[in-house]
Structure formats: C-alpha cells, structure tokens
C-alpha cells in the first residue's frame, strides 16, 4: 500500500492552521497513525487509528479520515511544531510510511 | 521511564556483517511487538522488520528479506537485528519502536544506531 503525502513541504507562520494531507492507494480503514520528527531525533507519535490523541501530546494536534483520504491539522502553529511529518499505514505489512511533509518557518 | 536504547552500530565494508541490539526498560516487552524502521541520511522512514511478542510472527521488507535477521530474547528484554550481505543502501539510522497494543502504531521509539557500510 503506498502512501503520499501533499504538500511535502510548506511554510507558516506562527498561529497558521496547518493541515497535512495523506493519501492512500487503497483502503485501510482507520489504521493510519501521524508522527512528528525533528533533526536528529527520533519519530514521535501523534496520532493512531486515524483521530486518536497519543497522551501527551497538545490538543492543537488533530487527525480526521478513513478509507484512503486522511488529514492532520495543526490548529495554532507554534514555534515546536517546526518539523517533519509522517503518516504510517498498520492496515497490512509492510506497514509503509508516506514520504514526509516539512514544515517550515515563513 | 519507558525507555529503548539501541546499540551496534558502526562501520562496516559491502559485504560484511553487523548486529544491532535494542535494550528495552520501564515495561513489561514480552507483551508486545518490537519493529525496525531504518531512515537513510536526508530521506524519509523505511519499515524494515517485525516480531511478535512470543516470535511467532516475523515479516521483513523486501529489500532486506535473505540478508537480515530480527529476534527477540524476552527474558534480557532485547530485541536484535543480524545484518548479512549489507550493501551502501543499507546505510542509515536504525531505530528500534514498540508496537502499540493494539497495533496499530509505534509508540515508543530509540534514539536510533547508524549504520554505514563502505568500502
């Protein structure tokens, strides 16, 4: 199953509402998760099963879909929020991630 | 804390062998699955290989099926990937990540190991 991702990359300010668009190339329900990365840093998880809040993470983060069209937005951008952004299918191996979205400073 | 610390890394030349390690605290890993994503300098995540929580279930990406090795010992609370036959293209971090209880996502991630196989 492949995943693409639009745009790959963008630029905002801060406060901007942010929205990430993940395709995929056929139907996975709801098992698709977000994740942010940094420079060097490990990946982080945002989001699973599509809309789900990993604890911990602000509610500025949000992650609606089904089937094969799925958003994550970014309410109010803030400076942390600076960073790579993957979408991963777990509908079936291999569980393939989409290209990456970076958002950067305007 | 939950924590997984990975550990092996290194230089290796086209050919050559190495194995990495994953050292998990803070939960209880014989109950959950363990993964390896790798992600090439400047690009984007690669899934590499799953185990089951007993080991009953291994899949691994095409394009290391043959060459690697992914297991587990529960009672070090260690996950492993053996790396045969490894090419440039196997250059990357590698990170270890828990399977979600549900699986249905990665939810804790090591710091990563990176591997660079040169001549």
């Known amino acids: 199953i492949q995943l693409t991702q639009s745009p790959s990359s963008l630029s905002a300010s801060v406060g901007d509402r942010v929205t990430i668009t993940c395709r995929a190339s056929?139907?996975?329900?709801?098992?698709l998760a977000w994740y942010q990365q940094k420079p060097g840093k490990a990946p982080k998880l945002l989001i699973y099963?599509?809309?789900t809040l990993q604890s911990g993470v602000p509610s500025r983060f949000s992650g609606s879909g089904s089937g094969t069209d799925f958003t994550l937005t970014i309410s109010s951008l803030q400076p942390e929020d600076f960073a790579t952004y993957y979408c991963?299918?777990?509908?079936?191996?291999?569980?393939?991630f989409g290209q990456g979205t970076k958002v950067e400073i305007k | 804390e939950v924590q997984l610390v990975e550990s092996g890394g290194g230089l290796v030349k086209p050919g050559g062998s190495l194995r990495l390690s994953c050292a998990a605290s803070?939960?209880?890993?014989?109950?959950?699955?363990m993964n390896w994503v790798r992600q090439a300098p400047g690009k984007g995540l690669e899934w590499v290989s799953s185990?089951?929580?007993?080991?009953?279930?291994?899949y691994y990406a095409d394009s290391v099926k043959g060459r690697f090795t992914i297991s587990r010992d529960n009672a070090k609370n260690s996950l492993y990937l053996q790396m045969n036959s490894l090419r440039a293209e196997d250059t990357a971090v590698y990170y270890c990540?828990?399977?979600?209880?549900?699986?249905?996502?990665?939810?804790?991630w090591g710091q990563g190991t990176m591997v660079t196989v040169s001549s």
């Open positions: 990540a828990r399977g979600a209880r549900g699986d249905d996502a990665f939810d804790i």
């Open positions: 803070g939960f209880t890993f014989s109950s959950y699955s």
């Open positions: 185990i089951s929580s007993s080991s009953s279930y291994i």
């Open positions: 056929q139907g996975i329900s709801s098992y």
């Open positions: 099963a599509a809309s």
């Open positions: 991963q299918q777990l509908n079936s191996y291999p569980p393939t």
